[in-house]
């Protein structure tokens, strides 16, 4: 799976989870609303990190090689 459909599957469990929040009144929609887009961008950044420093490495390693 590629990084846009992992964080599409994110983004609706984390709203399904933060649908109970809703309705037992622990958060509001537009609480919850924002709590999931920025889990999905800090998600989607550590991601883009990670896959750079691999790229990185692997380029390093092959130049060693």
């Known amino acids: 799976m ?3 459909t ?3 599957i994110l983004r609706h ?10 309705a037992d009144g622990v958060v509001s929609q537009s609480q919850l ?3 999931v ?4 961008i800090l ?5 883009s990190i ?3 420093v ?5 380029l390093s390693a092959a130049k060693g090689a």
């Open 37 to 40: 887009g920025a889990i999905v």
């Open 2 to 4: 590629d990084q846009e």
């Open 43 to 47: 998600i989607g950044i550590g991601w």
């Open 50 to 52: 990670y896959n750079k």
């Open 13 to 22: 469990i984390l709203t399904s989870a933060g649908g109970c929040l809703v």
């Open 6 to 8: 992992i964080l599409g």
């Open 33 to 35: 609303n924002e709590g």
């Open 54 to 58: 691999q790229h990185k490495r692997a």
